[in-house]
Nanobody
């Protein structure tokens, strides 16, 4: 499994969580990294992405509340989620568009997902 997520859980509205995604089989340095989420009965949607130059982009519904970042030494992607709302309840997926170790072609890779539940 090239991407391993952690950090989900249950939190009250207004609280915070930090998700982590360890890239264990991806060439992290030049991969486009992102977080997606999928709520029950809804399609998977982009939350935020961050290329290797660090210029993050955010979906409108998380701007000012969530922060995406990446640590090149630890080869880990983060999502700091503040002022959480019940509408943020979803399974959050780490995504990488990049190369596996030993390969030259780029592909899309997904983590297993981590549940975030925000109670009102």
């Amino acid at each position: 499994v090239p991407l391993v997520e952690s950090g989900g859980g249950l939190v009250q509205a207004g609280g915070s969580l930090r998700l982590s995604c360890a890239a264990v089989g991806i060439i992290f340095s030049d991969a486009l990294m992102a977080w997606y989420r999928q709520a029950p009965g809804k399609e998977r949607e982009l939350v935020a992405n961050i290329p290797d130059d660090g210029r993050a982009q955010y979906a409108d519904f998380v701007k000012g509340r969530f922060t995406i970042s990446r640590d090149f030494i630890r080869r880990t992607l983060y999502l700091q989620m503040d002022r959480l709302e019940p509408e943020d309840t979803a399974v959050y997926f780490c995504n990488a568009y990049g190369r596996r170790l030993g390969r030259s072609n780029r592909s899309n890779y997904w983590g297993q997902g981590t549940q975030v539940t925000v109670s009102s």
